[in-house]
């Protein structure tokens, strides 16, 4: 058994010597089948959250109501939730009430997607009702039982679908296919907060070209905030995008550019980015923009810094096919030839020009701080208070 499984076996040993069945379950199982690198795993058990907390010294209430214990063990911590099943959905997010069950079945019912469903007990055996592990083999995605219903409890399902798609590959059985369609216009009900989780995963997933087809194909790019009138343009990014190439800023500065600048301000408040996150993507999108009509040069990687001129070369080279190592280590180079990478490393500051100019403050001292700093780069000058004083007073 691989290391996480191994080690995480000691805590369903424990559970079970008290009395209860417990198993694995979930994306780690699923992943081991594919052969993927396992993150965390995830415990299911028959105990209700105080038997968990009876049977461990230390444990944290981390979603006590959903039935999750996050129980600390051998330096390690595991979620331990308690078998469920979740009663009535109203308003097409979320149950109006969970119940604890004792039979895995029935926990394993209320799960999104066969691949999903699979628990693997300690000694790796699988208990697989709904034929999730052949469903793995032919690379397909399937609800478990009758696909309109699971996306009319919790619309999000819709997106997992096409999250799923992007990382795994994998094509959407019909009936889960044709229902995503018929179902898409239910995702209005889904907080901005659990869509923007599951587009950032669909859009640095390996296959995200196949998951934006699904997203335009089955209506439910119209559902995303803000991205009813931009289908193609979501399609031309998918289509631009090669697996692992971009991180999730990044993402996001190609999606600029593909809708256009003007757009982006309310296309941004509408996804309700983090504030910093938005001024990082603005300044590898500008720095695109720059790239866009000159080769990189000391001052442009200056002015920008090592990260975002890498990240908007990124986007530079898969946007006009380029080979993307050969550019970022010319980036690298640059940068590395700097004089100096930041003000701070300038030998004379905005009070020594006050001093030397004997003049009042103003618009002025930026300035020739900007020129000093661009002569020491291009190595114009040395970056010394006496040669610079020369060369700005002469
Ligand atoms: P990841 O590798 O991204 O964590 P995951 O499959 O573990 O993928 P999680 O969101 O961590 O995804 O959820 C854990 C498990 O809980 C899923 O594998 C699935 O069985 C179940 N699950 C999660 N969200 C839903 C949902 N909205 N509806 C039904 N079951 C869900
Ligand atoms: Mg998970």
Redesign the pocket.
């Known amino acids: 058994m691989k290391p996480p499984f191994k080690k995480a076996a000691r805590v369903i040993e424990k559970i079970e010597q008290a009395g209860f069945e417990a198993y694995f379950?979930?994306?780690?199982v699923?992943?081991l089948l594919l052969g993927k690198e396992i993150?965390d795993v995830?415990i299911a058990t028959s105990a209700t959250p105080e038997e968990v907390k009876r049977i461990f010294p230390h444990t944290v209430d981390v979603g006590i109501e959903h039935g999750t214990v996050l129980v600390l063990e051998g330096g390690e911590s595991y979620e331990i939730t308690t078998f469920r099943t979740e009663g009535e959905y109203v308003d097409f997010r979320r149950p109006k009430e969970v119940s604890f069950v004792r039979s895995l079945t029935e926990d394993l019912k209320?799960?999104?997607f066969t691949i999903?469903?699979i628990a693997m007990t300690k000694e790796g055996e699988f208990v697989d009702p709904f034929g999730g592990k052949e469903d793995l083999e032919k690379g397909i995605l399937r609800t478990v039982g009758k696909p309109e219903e699971r996306f009319s409890e919790?619309a999000?399902?819709m997106l997992?679908a096409a999250r799923f798609v992007s990382q795994l590959g994998f094509a959407v059985e019909e009936n889960t296919y044709r229902a995503l369609k018929e179902s898409a216009p239910l995702l209005k009900h889904i907080a901005v907060e659990r869509k923007l989780a599951e587009f950032t995963?669909i859009m640095t997933g390996d296959h995200v070209k196949k998951a934006c087809e699904v997203l335009v194909s089955r209506d439910l790019y119209r559902y995303l905030p803000n991205m009813e009138a931009f289908p193609g343009q979501l399609l031309k990014a998918a289509e631009i995008l090669r697996p692992g190439a971009l991180d999730e800023t990044e993402v996001w500065a190609l999606l600029f550019l593909v809708i256009r600048k003007e757009n982006c301000p309310r296309f941004l408040k509408e996804w309700r980015l983090p504030t910093k996150k938005i001024k990082e993507i603005y300044r590898i999108y500008d720095a695109f923009h720059d790239r866009l009509s000159k080769e990189w040069d000391l001052y442009g990687v200056y002015t920008y810094g090592l990260e975002t001129s890498l990240s908007a070369e990124k986007i530079h080279s898969l946007w006009n096919g380029e080979e993307l190592d050969k550019q970022l280590a010319r980036v690298r180079e640059l940068y590395e030839k700097l004089p100096i990478k930041s003000r701070k490393e300038l030998q004379v500051n905005g009070n020594d020009l006050l001093l030397w100019k004997n003049k009042g403050g103003g618009k002025w001292v930026e300035e020739d701080l900007r020129r000093i700093e661009k002569a020491v780069i291009s190595g114009e000058v040395e970056n010394d208070k006496r040669s610079i004083k020369e060369w700005l007073m002469p």
């Open positions: 379950v979930g994306g780690s699923r992943d993150n995830d209320r799960r999104d999903n469903a919790d999000l399902r997992r995963k």
